[in-house]
């Protein structure tokens, strides 16, 4: 970030703006509505500004800029057209360490204006860093469209009863559960259709009849193959409620940056240098996590139940009585060759698939080769760089073409994707000559032709 967005309470502060014009009265008027004491410092004004100023919180004085007006100021704008006057006004605040805004010179600027969406007392404020200020009030405009208005009496009558809530709940993850049940349900529905009266009897008897949640839950989420565009909505409701979640390498960084900001973070995959976690500790961790009345997501890269070993966590699960949710994601082999121009079935090619992990539970590769040696078949294996050498040989010796198209996918459907297309007896070469890494898919068959034809992404 190259900003901290942060909310500044300036109610009875005195400002400074400096300037007279159109763009110092739209400041102005944000000024006004958060409660500031304003001075107003210009040569001239423009009649708007002139018949704002009945306000009593706005003071209007006609002179030339002075360094002394920076004086006992908490806050500054400069929304001039004189260029040396801004950097001027900007010079001095920096000096004083007072916070300063230059109307579109970011680069003068210790702070930014945003786009707001004001459902005050719920306030949601938009900002490019100064860069593309124009996308930042389309944003603004798609979340208008969004965001009743009702929004904002929702918002004071959980600060009605926030107290209350407080002293029912001792523990914040209690607090927040109650208050995600409430503005995301039935009461939130009165409040928007009007019926406040309703809402807030509803409210009560919910929080008389509340019970500390002893038993948390697992949420088994699928967080895809790593573009964090292909998320499901559950998928990201549940990241964002979640108390613990538990990730590995294969969960990109792009979708850990949507999991909720306060959450507890626990890697459990292979540590560089260091030992992968077991998968009976993983399994243990969500059943003591829950027990402990946490809910717990785990991320898992592709999908739970697709080589993500989903379904060993969920009978762990069951056997202790938790109680848990399966997300489905988009899984690799379909993530990964969608964004390669490589469909997995085609009627010129092929009509089957088969997803196939190269590592076996007890660190063999003893595949039922000679089914793999098919017409009209696409095969997709899963983990396949160490083992390059022997599928390699182990296909070729069972009947398949030394001259078989593959496609070796690297960070599929992220920016940095690569994507390596060769032949079944040269992919060991390839994986050493271009030293591919981890994680990779190895897609083999006739499809694989369909890739310069088809490549979207890269055309």
């Not at 500031?36 to 100023?53: G, H, K, M, W, Y």
Request: hydrophobic share 40%.
């Amino acid at each position: 970030m190259d900003y901290l967005p942060i909310f500044f309470k300036i109610s009875q502060k005195q400002c400074l703006v400096v300037g007279g014009g159109d763009i110092a009265l739209r400041k102005i008027n944000l000024l006004l509505k958060s409660g500031a004491t304003i001075e107003c410092v210009a040569p001239n004004f423009c009649q708007a500004l002139v018949d704002r100023s009945v306000d009593e919180t706005l003071r209007l004085t006609k002179k030339t800029f002075a360094a002394t007006d920076i004086q006992n100021q908490s806050l500054v704008i400069s929304a001039t057209d004189n260029e040396a006057l801004n950097a001027e006004v900007s010079r001095l605040a920096h000096d004083a360490n007072i916070p300063v805004n230059v109307v579109d010179a970011p680069e003068l600027s210790s702070f930014i204006m945003p786009s707001i969406v004001d459902r005050s007392p719920l306030l949601i404020a938009i900002s490019s860093g100064g860069r593309a200020p124009v996308l930042a009030r389309i944003i603004r405009a798609k979340l208008e469209t969004i965001i009743p208005s009702a929004y904002g009496r929702l918002a004071e009558i959980a600060g009605e009863y926030r107290q209350q809530v407080k002293n029912k709940f001792s523990h914040i993850k209690d607090r927040r559960a109650f208050w995600e049940s409430v503005l995301s349900g039935n009461i939130a529905e009165k409040v928007f259709t009007g019926r406040i009266k309703e809402a807030k009897i509803d409210l009560e008897q919910q929080l008389a009849n509340a019970k500390v949640q002893e038993l948390g839950e697992v949420y088994l989420v699928g967080a895809g193959p790593g573009d964090p565009d292909l998320l499901t909505f559950k998928a990201l409701r549940l990241m964002q409620q979640a108390d613990v979640v538990l990730y590995d390498r294969l969960v990109s960084k792009a979708v850990m940056e949507l999991v909720r900001r306060d959450a507890e973070l626990v890697y459990v995959g292979k540590k560089a240098g260091g030992k992968s976690s077991r998968q009976s500790d993983i399994n243990e961790q969500l059943v003591q996590l829950a027990k402990s009345g946490k809910r717990v997501c785990r991320l898992k890269g592709g999908d739970p139940f697709i080589f993500g070993r989903g379904g060993e966590e969920i009978e762990t699960l069951s056997e202790h009585g938790v109680p848990f949710q399966v997300v489905p994601g988009i899984t690799a082999a379909s993530g990964c060759s969608t964004y390669s121009g490589i469909p997995l079935t085609h009627r010129d090619y092929s009509q089957s698939c088969r997803f196939v992990t190269a590592h076996l539970k007890d660190g063999t590769c003893d595949l039922p080769w000679s089914e793999f040696v098919a017409e009209q078949q696409t095969i997709v294996f899963y983990m396949a760089l160490s083992g390059a050498k022997n599928l390699s040989e182990r296909l070729i010796e069972h009947g398949m073409r030394k001259d078989m198209p593959i496609a070796l996918i690297e960070k599929g459907t992220m920016p940095e994707q690569k994507i390596y297309i060769s032949t079944l007896v040269e992919l060991p070469q390839l994986i050493s000559k271009e030293k591919v890494g981890a994680p990779s898919l190895l897609i083999v068959g006739e499809v694989v032709k369909l890739h310069e034809k088809l490549n979207w992404m890269n055309p």
